[in-house]
């Protein structure tokens, strides 16, 4: 069999990487394969959910009050797992779980880093074969290295993350992450096992045609939102249009497009839900990061969502995240 020594794996990159800073332990590249050795795991059952008994729901509520599906529970057991029996990881946080994880063994209590994810964002979508995936986020522990991590360590501002990233589970298995050097997408080459340098420093386009939000919670948004939306779509080719509305209901699915192609997602807050529904630590802090660092924005509406201090493990908040140009239109609308 012929290899291509052109491409990168996951383990080849980061060790690259590495080289470029002589003082550097490795311990968060360590950490970022073992979030892709989970993935890994986590991606063997979802192209085989069909066939065993994983889907459908675990019969059980989580802390968000949302029905637990099988494989939800199956992928936040994995990356807890895997990062559990590592060495680079003190602790973490997942949506799935009421209250954060200390890991208090002798070597995880000397790690600098905790690690917050969605295990299965998307999880309503298993059922029906659409797009899901897992999103992640790394920071350095503020308390003293050698001790327990507490619930301090994760109540961070997302503009303190060192890295970030999220898994497509598609028609390919994508993992891109974000460290503030640049964004790289790896691809999982099934011959051989292993993440493939596929997108590298990507870069989000300053302008896109694609807009995605739930229209069917239009008349619960605020008005401000209602009049972007109804500019989305009236564009023409005279100002820059027609736009195209997009949306899959996998965060992962439809930022990761945007990413690529260029657009703009929102979630605001409805009159039911004015806080929003999706979770900053889990889900906002984490693609606020990557688009940041690819060229784009990511606001709540009236802050930058990296600024956002939060308060407790499972905050929610309203998110518009997406390409520079678009969200600056979009800001104009916000403020008025």
């Not at 999103?135 to 503020?142: E, K, M, N, P």
């Not at 688009?291 to 802050?303: D, F, I, L, Q, Y």
Request: glycine fraction near 10%.
């Amino acid at each position: 069999m012929n290899v291509n020594r052109k491409v990168q794996t996951l383990d080849e990159f980061t060790i690259q990487q590495l080289r470029d800073f002589p003082n550097a332990t490795g311990e968060l590249s360590h950490l970022l394969r073992n979030i892709g050795l989970a993935a890994k795991r986590v991606n063997v059952e979802v192209l085989k959910a069909g066939l065993v008994d994983i889907l459908g729901d675990a019969g059980t509520i989580n802390v968000q009050g949302e029905e637990v599906k099988k494989l939800d529970v199956y992928a936040n057991d994995q990356f807890t797992g895997v990062l559990r029996h590592g060495i680079a990881c003190a602790g973490i946080a997942s949506e799935e779980l009421d209250d954060f994880v200390a890991f208090d063994d002798a070597k995880s209590v000397k790690s600098k880093y905790v690690c917050m994810f969605d295990p299965l964002d998307g999880s309503s979508n298993i059922d029906v074969n659409v797009s899901i995936g897992t999103i992640f986020s790394v920071y350095r522990r503020v308390t003293e290295i050698g001790t327990v991590v507490t619930k301090e360590d994760f109540l961070q501002p997302g503009n303190q993350q060192v890295a970030a990233g999220y898994v497509v589970y598609g028609s390919s298995t994508m993992l891109v992450y974000a460290t503030r050097r640049g964004v790289n997408g790896f691809t999982l080459d099934p011959s051989i096992g292993e993440w493939t340098l596929s997108h590298p420093e990507i870069k989000c386009p300053e302008k896109g045609k694609i807009y995605s939000v739930n229209h069917g919670n239009f008349f619960q948004y605020n008005e401000n939102v209602r009049k972007y939306i109804n500019i989305c779509q009236n564009k023409t080719k005279g100002d820059g249009g027609p736009y195209t509305q997009r949306y899959i209901g996998s965060m992962v699915s439809d930022v990761h497009r945007n990413l690529i192609k260029g657009g703009i997602f929102m979630y605001p807050g409805t009159t039911d839900k004015p806080k929003g529904k999706l979770r900053l630590l889990y889900e906002c802090n984490p693609f606020a990061f990557i688009m940041e660092v690819a060229g784009g924005k990511a606001t709540n509406g009236r802050e930058r969502i990296l600024d956002v201090q939060p308060t407790e493990l499972h905050q929610r908040t309203p998110l518009f995240i997406g390409s520079k140009l678009m969200m600056e239109e979009l800001e104009t609308y916000l403020a008025g």
